[in-house]
């Protein structure tokens, strides 16, 4: 039952507990049967998400070192992963990870952590990702 002086955020309380809306995906099914809390984060948001820079480097390697020829790219693949364990560079994605966090959490937006890793060139303004704009076909 649903009081009558009931504000909007009661409301959007008493609806979160119904079980139509207690969503649990299969991958978070699995992880608490093993103790493991699974973590989503925002797309396009590789700050948030260390494995991106991980893979970032992955391909620079590749593209860097590539004579063009896939037998060359196969075994390029396992020499950037022990290039980065070599050089240690996880360290310097954790605390880039880290340091990203502790920054959205004293109040800086996206366009202060982006420049505060890479240049103040950088924009907030992004308009789309990964998608393709015919904008000069009608021109």
């Excluded at 409301?11 to 299969?26: S, Y």
């Excluded at 992880?31 to 391909?59: A, F, S």
């Excluded at 992963?81 to 959490?105: G, H, S, V």
Aim: charged letters at 25%; a positive charge; one cysteine or more.
């Amino acid at each position: 039952m649903v009081p009558l002086n009931c504000k909007l955020q009661q409301l959007k309380e008493l609806v979160g507990q119904h079980p139509a809306f207690q969503n649990v995906t299969k991958l978070e099914k699995l992880g608490m049967q093993y103790g493991i809390q699974v973590l989503y984060v925002p797309k396009y948001h590789c700050e948030l998400n260390p494995i991106e820079y991980y893979w970032c480097h992955m391909k620079q390697f590749v593209r860097k070192h590539n004579d063009q020829t896939f037998n060359k790219m196969v075994s390029l693949i396992g020499e950037a992963r022990k290039n980065f364990e070599d050089r240690q560079i996880y360290l310097k994605l954790c605390r880039r990870f880290w340091t990203t966090l502790i920054a959205y959490n004293d109040g800086k937006d996206y366009k202060q952590v982006l420049q505060m890793f890479f240049s103040s060139l950088c924009k907030d303004n992004i308009i789309s990702h990964r998608k393709i704009v015919n904008t000069n076909l009608d021109k």
